[in-house]
């Protein structure tokens, strides 16, 4: 079974600034790492994968999260903010032969003017 | 990708009496998952129901408080039983959108018990 620890439940940041969303999971197989994004009052979206290949994945809108197998983490960052990011963020592992999610506590970011 | 239409989208219910929440796919899909989202939470796996196949339900949920049934590749439903208001929260159903391991959403089944 695999587990998934968010360890920032809320994070306010500037518009324009930078914010680091921190993940870290627990797994005894290989597994598949996702970030996934609700804006208010909306539905679950995907914004980005890690499945296999370079540690490093990008979002359209900006985002990036690097797989780090020795740390056990896959951390969401993005350099410059727009209020429009203002949603909760949930990091989500599943095995690599059985997709069921584990899905992190959720962050919730706040961007202010 | 796969486009996923839930019903209803949110309905307010007594205490004691049951709902049926339906999933439909606009493709044909062998992995489905049904999750729940309780009010301020993260999103919990309750059952995979796969088609031809018994769901199967994760620790804490139990066939009799969610039947599912799945009764071909691109529908399945999911009831909540004898609910109580602790059973509010938004039902999400979920599929694995080819081999890439990635899981797709529906809008959800917003679920509010009085």
């Not at chain 1, 197998?69 to 903010?81: A, D, I, N």
């Not at chain 2, 139990?62 to 929260?89: A, G």
Request: aromatic share 12%; proline share 4%.
């Amino acid at each position: 079974a695999q587990s998934v620890t968010q360890l920032d439940s809320q994070v306010p940041v500037f518009e324009e600034a930078p914010v680091e969303l921190r993940c870290n999971y627990s797994s005894s197989v290989s597994v598949y790492l996702f970030w996934y994004v609700q804006y208010p009052n909306q539905g679950l979206q995907l914004l980005l994968k890690y499945l296999s290949g370079s540690t490093l994945v990008e979002s359209i809108n900006g985002f990036e999260a690097e797989f780090n197998k020795s740390q056990t983490s896959f951390h969401l960052r993005k350099p410059s903010v727009h209020i429009s990011d203002t949603a909760e963020y949930f990091c989500a592992v599943s095995g690599s032969n059985d997709y069921k999610l584990s899905f992190g506590a959720g962050t919730t970011v706040t961007v202010r003017a | 990708s796969a486009v996923i239409s839930q019903k209803p989208s949110r309905d307010i219910c007594q205490r004691g009496t049951s709902l049926t929440i339906q999933c439909q796919v606009d493709s044909q899909v062998t992995m489905m998952f049904w999750y729940r989202q309780q009010p301020g939470q993260s999103l919990t796996l309750i059952a995979t129901a796969n088609q031809g196949s018994e769901a199967t339900y994760e620790s804490g949920f139990v066939i009799d408080k969610f039947p599912i049934s799945r009764p071909n590749l691109t529908f399945s439903t999911l009831t909540v039983s004898n609910m109580s208001p602790e059973d509010s929260s938004i039902y999400l159903c979920s599929v694995v959108g080819g081999n890439t391991g990635e899981l797709f959403f529906g809008e959800g089944s917003r679920l509010t018990v009085l």
